[in-house]
C-alpha cells in the first residue's frame, strides 16, 4: 500500500520548516501531529544533519515512513544525502514504481550523495533524475550503485557519469542487462572505484561495443562478462593510479592479443585477479 499512504509524505511543505520543529520548539508533537512522547522529543531535538546521518542508513520505505513521527519529521526525508531504493520493500510492480517515481520527484535531488536502487525493471529514468540530467545545479553524487536492472544503457551511464558526476567516485552495476548503442565511455577525474560485474550485454545485429575508461584517480577495477563487451583495447584507457583489478571472462579466452592488451592496460596494478584467461603468465620482456 505505498501509493495512497504516502500522499501526505510527496506533497509539498507549505511553508519553510524551523530546524527545531514547526512551531520553533523541539518538535515532538504531543497532539495532532503524530506525537511520539518525551523519547521522541530528545530524538527530536537533534540537529537535522544528525538525523540525516541516521536516516540514511534506512532503506528508502522506511525513510519515508519517519514522516509519520511527528510534524519535526515529516519533510526530514527530503533531504538525506543517501537514497537506498529496494524494489523488496514495496512488493507490487505499480507500487514500487510509482513509489521511487514520487520519491525521486519530492526528493531535493540536489543534496544527494549515495543512491543505490535495487530493481528488476527497465530504469533509467530514475537514474537520469539521480544525477540531476537537465538540471544547472551541480551534481554531489558521490557513489552509484545499481542492481539487477534491464535494458540500461551502458553508453548513456557513462554519458552521464562523465558529463555530470564530477564528484562521483565509486561505481557498481552488479547483475544488470545493458542495452549498448555506442562505446560506453567513463571520464572522471574523481572515480576510484569500478565494478561492472555479472551484466548481460545486448547489441544491435551483433555490432562490437565495449568500455572505455579514461579515470587516473581509479584504485579498484572489477569487470566481468564477454571480452568484447567488458574493453576495448583499440582504445586509449587512462588507468594510471589502479592498484586492484579483477578480470572474469565467462568461459576460457583464446585470443592471445586481446587478453595481452588487457594486461598492457593493468601495467601498474599490485593486485590482480584473472579468471578463464588462457594467457597466465606475462612477460613485458619476452
Known amino acids: 500500500m505505498v501509493g495512497g ?49 541516521i536516516m540514511s542508513r534506512l532503506k ?8 509519520m513521527l511527528s510534524t519535526r519529521w515529516r519533510h526530514l526525508w527530503r533531504a538525506v544525502p543517501c537514497l537506498d531504493v529496494d524494489e523488496e520493500e514495496t512488493g507490487a510492480y505499480n507500487n514500487f ?3 521511487t517515481s514520487n520519491l525521486l520527484h519530492c526528493h531535493d535531488i540536489a543534496v544527494l ?49 562523465s558529463s555530470r558526476c564530477f564528484a562521483l567516485e565509486d ?4 547483475n544488470c542487462s545493458f542495452v549498448l548503442t555506442s562505446n560506453a565511455k567513463i571520464v572522471s577525474a574523481s572515480l576510484k572505484k569500478l565494478a561492472v560485474v555479472d551484466g548481460y550485454y545486448m547489441v544491435h545485429d551483433d555490432e ?10 581509479l584504485v579498484s577495477l572489477c569487470l566481468d562478462g564477454e571480452l568484447e563487451h567488458i574493453v576495448d583495447m583499440t582504445e586509449p584507457h587512462t588507468v594510471l593510479s589502479l592498484v586492484d583489478a579483477s578480470i572474469q571472462l ?26 578463464h584467461f588462457a594467457v597466465m603468465v606475462y612477460s613485458s620482456s619476452s
Open 5 to 53: 499512504r504516502w500522499t501526505d509524505a510527496f506533497a509539498k511543505p507549505k511553508h519553510p520548516r524551523p530546524a527545531g520543529g514547526d512551531d520553533g520548539s523541539n518538535g515532538g508533537d504531543a497532539g495532532g501531529g503524530g506525537g511520539i512522547g518525551h523519547a521522541g522529543d530528545r530524538l527530536s531535538a537533534l540537529p537535522d544533519d544528525l538525523l540525516h546521518a
Open 97 to 99: 514504481d510509482n513509489f
Open 113 to 161: 550523495e549515495d543512491f543505490r536502487l535495487h530493481a528488476a525493471r527497465t530504469s533509467d529514468r530514475w537514474v537520469r533524475r539521480a544525477v540531476g540530467q537537465g538540471e544547472a545545479w551541480p551534481c554531489r553524487l558521490k557513489s552509484l550503485h545499481l542492481f539487477s536492472l534491464s535494458n540500461l544503457n551502458l553508453t548513456d551511464i557513462g554519458s552521464h557519469i
Open 208 to 217: 562490437i561495443f565495449a568500455l572505455i575508461i579514461e579515470a587516473p584517480a
Open 60 to 67: 528508502a520505505l522506511q525513510m519515508v515512513r519517519t514522516c
Open 250 to 275: 565467462p568461459r576460457v579466452e583464446r585470443r592471445v592479443n586481446h587478453q595481452l592488451g588487457i594486461l598492457g592496460a593493468l601495467s601498474n596494478v599490485t593486485t590482480l585477479r584473472l579468471s
Open 171 to 174: 561505481v557498481q552495476l552488479r
